[in-house]
């Protein structure tokens, strides 16, 4: 295990320490032990070296006595601070962004993470390479091409130029490829678009329990068990947006997904390759943000969530606050106030009152109606008994006399059957 220090710059940000403590988390999570800190309080970050002359030299010390290989800054830092700290701690310096890129890279497991994280990568690298760095580049990218050759080597053209050329090339056609591997994802969501059926997504920090949410409502419903999300004490376990059909006893059906967590200062090169995939989120009808509430900091959390949603184009959709692992923290559950909901995760009662509330939210618009329709239109009939809930069926000489509710559409298509009941 690696052991680092992680600095950061205090200025008139007032979360400072929550970011602190979340760097520290992130740095746990990419299997490193933190061993010291250092925190500067200046107005702006100095432009050659990050920290102030005084404050390098205190980490140059500190890491000598505490035996520490690298820092890890609290920020994104430039391509020349990377270079200077370098030089003067002779330590390995990790900005925020690598660091983040780096867990994320070491949790992707499918085509589109991989691919996601990649281009995200090669973004980041981007205007950070050095001559000497393209051959290991070159390794390191998987599945791009290159393009190999240079060929057409212009005069006067510098090899860091070339370089960014070829990391250029690979961006592209990865992006591609991702393109290629999502066209199927994409197909079926506008089909679902297309098919009104509403959308739920599941959004939050990460860690905060989406997962074992999502999980638990399949398991509710008995839907597939291999269809489990994978859900882990970890930081950024689900990187893909996963997507389930949710049918309801009473045949009401919708969309749930469980989307990738966020943490401040998520790498804006991470939100641009993970957009497509966070589309889910973008165009939900419904949204249920998950809460940690046993997390002392679980207040910037919803902060931090906002903001990352504003960022991705999430915009006056409709927000259920899931305050989740009550158990935990000692709350009763489950509770519900306004839009408000308290609950545990792994409680089945809980659970039972967030479908509840989901119902309400989102089936406002259905309406209870009877229907008269004649034998010889016997398949509205069999389209009334898939697609509604079907609440009384009486069978008479000019045909079925069926009461259920219905989505708007539906009662739409069937205005011509309606009868009004006294
Ligand atoms: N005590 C308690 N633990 C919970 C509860 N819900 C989830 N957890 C645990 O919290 C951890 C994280 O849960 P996940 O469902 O993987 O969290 P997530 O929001 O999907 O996280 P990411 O995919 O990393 O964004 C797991 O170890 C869960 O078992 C709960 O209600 N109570
Ligand atoms: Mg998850």
């Given amino acids: 295990m690696k052991s680092v220090i992680i600095g950061g710059i205090e200025n008139e940000q007032i979360n400072f320490d929550y970011t602190m403590t979340e760097l520290a988390n992130l740095a746990a999570a990419d299997n490193m032990e933190v061993v010291g800190e250092v925190r500067q309080n200046i107005e702006k970050p100095v432009s050659a ?7 390098v030299d205190e980490i140059t010390r500190q890491a000598e006595m505490l035996d ?23 330590l390995d310096i990790i900005d925020r962004t690598a660091l983040i890129l780096d867990i994320f890279a070491s949790r992707a497991h499918t085509r589109v993470a991989k691919l996601q994280v ?3 990568q090669l973004q980041y690298q981007l205007p950070r390479i050095r001559t000497a760095s393209i051959n290991k580049m070159d390794q390191q990218t998987a599945g791009g091409n290159t393009g190999g050759g240079f060929t057409n080597r212009g005069t006067g053209e510098t090899q860091i130029e070339l ?12 992006r591609k490829e991702l393109k290629e591997v999502q066209r199927d994802n994409e197909t079926q969501r506008k089909k679902r678009k297309k098919s009104d059926i509403k959308s739920v997504a599941l959004v939050g920090y990460t860690n905060a329990g989406k997962s074992t949410t999502m999980n638990n409502v399949l398991d509710l419903l008995e839907i597939n068990d291999s269809k489990r999300v994978f859900e882990k004490d970890m930081l950024f376990a689900t990187l ?14 919708f969309i749930l997904s469980d989307t990738v967590g966020f943490v401040s200062k998520l790498p804006h090169q991470l939100v641009e390759a993970f957009k497509s995939t966070l589309q889910e989120a973008t165009e939900a009808d419904l949204l249920i943000q998950v ?27 409709p927000m259920i606050y899931a305050f989740n692992k009550a158990d935990k923290a000692g709350i009763p559950y489950p509770s519900v106030e306004g839009n408000q909901f308290t609950y545990c995760a792994r409680d089945q009662k809980s659970i039972e009152m967030l479908l509840g509330i989901l119902k309400k939210e989102l089936f406002k618009d259905y309406e209870t109606e009877t229907f008269l329709i004649p034998f010889q239109d016997g398949r509205y009939l069999d389209l009334l008994n898939k697609e509604a809930n079907i609440k009384k069926t009486d069978y008479q000489a000019d045909g079925t006399l069926i009461t259920a509710e219905v989505a708007p559409k539906l009662k739409q298509q069937l205005a011509r059957y309606i009868v009004d009941e006294d």
């Fill in 49 to 55: 070296t990050y920290f102030g002359k005084g404050k």
């Fill in 68 to 90: 520490a290989e690298a820092l890890i800054v609290n920020d994104e830092l430039l391509p020349t601070q990377i270079r200077n700290l370098e030089k003067e701690t002779g």
């Fill in 118 to 120: 990649k281009i995200a």
């Fill in 163 to 174: 370089n960014r050329r070829v990391i250029q090339k690979q961006i592209s056609s990865l």
């Fill in 240 to 253: 893909d947006t996963y997507v389930r059909k949710i049918v309801l006893p009473d045949k009401k059906s």
């Fill in 291 to 317: 809460i940690d509430i046993s997390d002392p900091n679980y207040r910037q959390m919803i902060k931090t969530t906002e903001k990352t949603l504003t960022e991705i184009g999430v915009d006056g959709i």
